[in-house]
């Protein structure tokens, strides 16, 4: 199918933070523009959550009269490249709080996920970066950062500022009831 480009595509129809997700973040072919962003069709060729908005004229699931509808039964089970998690959680934020916040937040989270994987990826940890990034609130996300600037210098070798960096996040998640392992899905 093809998709309407998107004004706002690190956000997508149904809920996920595309901006946060591994595969934004990667060189080459599998490189995701994000929810119908320029050239969204050539690495998801379908969906149905954006097909369904697409075909009502609408941006994002919420402003659907039927939302959430079935289509979201499950869907925060298992994960694929991006966490699930707080998928329903996130879009009924952005409903409350409105596209314009929500995005200022989105891209605070974009741009610290982008230092973390400039400065603190070993070569191993985008994933978990993208994860934490996701499931953690920007207030305890700019925590963490600052205390790696306290906990790490740039002479530091690379391999111990990621577990340094590691370490805070995992910390911060436990504190807050968080895990930060993506989930397979249960095979039936």
């Known amino acids: 199918m093809e998709y309407k480009i998107r004004k706002y595509p690190l956000f997508s129809a149904c809920g996920l933070n595309c901006g946060l997700c591994p595969r934004c973040h990667t060189n080459g072919k599998s490189k995701c523009p994000g929810c119908s962003g320029a050239g969204f069709g050539a690495v998801h060729p379908t969906c149905g959550l954006l097909s369904c908005c697409q075909r009502r004229g609408i941006e994002y699931c919420f402003l659907c009269e039927e939302y959430p509808c079935k289509k979201y039964n ?5 994960d694929s490249f991006i966490t699930h998690k707080n998928q329903l959680r996130d879009l009924n934020k952005a409903k409350e709080i ?4 929500y995005e200022n937040e989105l891209n605070e989270k974009v ?5 973390l994987l400039k400065n603190y990826d070993d070569g191993r940890r985008k994933s978990f970066y993208c994860t934490a990034v996701n499931l953690l609130d920007l207030q305890d996300v700019k925590a963490v950062m600052a205390r790696m600037g306290d906990a790490t210098d740039l002479e530091m070798p690379l391999k111990m500022k990621a577990a340094a960096a590691i370490r805070l ?4 998640a436990e504190k807050r009831g968080v895990s930060l ?7 039936l």
Request: hydrophobic content about 40%; overall charge negative.
């Open 169 to 172: 996040f995992e910390e911060t």
């Open 74 to 78: 499950g869907a925060d089970l298992s």
């Open 98 to 101: 409105g596209m314009e916040i």
């Open 111 to 115: 741009v610290i996920l982008e230092e």
């Open 181 to 187: 392992q993506l989930r397979k899905k249960v095979k």
